[in-house]
C-alpha cells in the first residue's frame, strides 16, 4: 500500500499570504495524485488531478506540482472561502489519501 | 446538473447489516465508474470500492473485502453497498463518488461527490 503523508498538519494565514501544503508518497506515483479541498460538513470538491492540472472552476490561484514522490499545493493569495482542509490523493494504486492539511485564518 | 444523493445510513448492532444507495443524476450513469469514499467521524477519507462502468470489474479496499459488496443498477441510475459483519471501526459517513480522469479500469480521481450518508455501529 501507498502512503501519503502531509506537511504541515495544520497552518495558520491570513488572507493575501500564500499558502504551500506538501504531500509525500512513500513509493514513486508518476503524476498521479489530485487534491481535494473540504469545508466542514461538506463533501470534498476535487481542485487539482494529475499533479498539476486545474479542475474546471476551480480558481486559477490554486496549483499543484511534483512529480515521483514529492507534491505540493500552492494557493497564491489566500481568500476567505479558502479555509478549509486540504487532501492529497494517490491514483497510482488503490487511491489513498494524505491525513489532511487544516488551513485555518490567523 | 450532476448530482448525487446517498440515503440508507443509519444506526446497526455490531455484526448487522446495512445497504446503502446512491441515486444518480444530470450525467449518463452508465458511462462512468463510480466509487465509495468513507470518513470516519473527525478523521481522514478512505477509499472503500470502486465499480466499472458495466459492473464487470469490482475492487475492494482491504479494510472491507469479504463483507462489503458493491452494485450498481444502469436502469435505475443507481450505486450500491451491501454492508455486512458491520464493526465499530466501519463508523463514518459514506460518500458515493464520481470516477473521473485516468482513463483506466481502476479508481482514479474523484470529480463529483454526494452529501454522504452516516452509517453508525454501536450496541
Known amino acids: 500500500d501507498i502512503q501519503m503523508t502531509q506537511s504541515p498538519s495544520s497552518v495558520s494565514a491570513s488572507v493575501g499570504d500564500r499558502v504551500t501544503i506538501t504531500c509525500r508518497a512513500s513509493?514513486?506515483?508518476?503524476?498521479?495524485l489530485a487534491w481535494y479541498q473540504q469545508k466542514p460538513g461538506k463533501a470534498p470538491k476535487l481542485l487539482i488531478y494529475a499533479a498539476s492540472s486545474l479542475q474546471s472552476g476551480v480558481p486559477s490561484r490554486f496549483s499543484g506540482s511534483g512529480s515521483g514522490t514529492d507534491f505540493t499545493l500552492t494557493i497564491s493569495s489566500l481568500q476567505p472561502e479558502d479555509f478549509a482542509t486540504y487532501y492529497c490523493q494517490q491514483a497510482n494504486s488503490f487511491p489513498s489519501f494524505g491525513q489532511g492539511t487544516r488551513l485555518e485564518i490567523k | 446538473e450532476v448530482q448525487l444523493v446517498e440515503s440508507g445510513g443509519g444506526l446497526v448492532q455490531p455484526g448487522g447489516s446495512l445497504r446503502l444507495s446512491c441515486a444518480a443524476s444530470g450525467f449518463t450513469f452508465s458511462s462512468y465508474e463510480m466509487n465509495w469514499v468513507r470518513q470516519a467521524p473527525g478523521k481522514g477519507l478512505e477509499w472503500v470500492s470502486y465499480i466499472s462502468s458495466s459492473g464487470s470489474t469490482i475492487y475492494y479496499a482491504d479494510s472491507v473485502k469479504g463483507r462489503f459488496t458493491i452494485s450498481r443498477d444502469n436502469a435505475k441510475n443507481s450505486l450500491y453497498l451491501q454492508m455486512n459483519s458491520l464493526r465499530a471501526e466501519d463508523t463514518a459517513v459514506y460518500y458515493c463518488a464520481r470516477d473521473w480522469g485516468g482513463g483506466t479500469v481502476t479508481p482514479d480521481y474523484f470529480d463529483y461527490w454526494g452529501q454522504g450518508t452516516l452509517v453508525t455501529v454501536s450496541s
Open positions: 513509493q514513486g506515483i508518476s503524476s498521479w
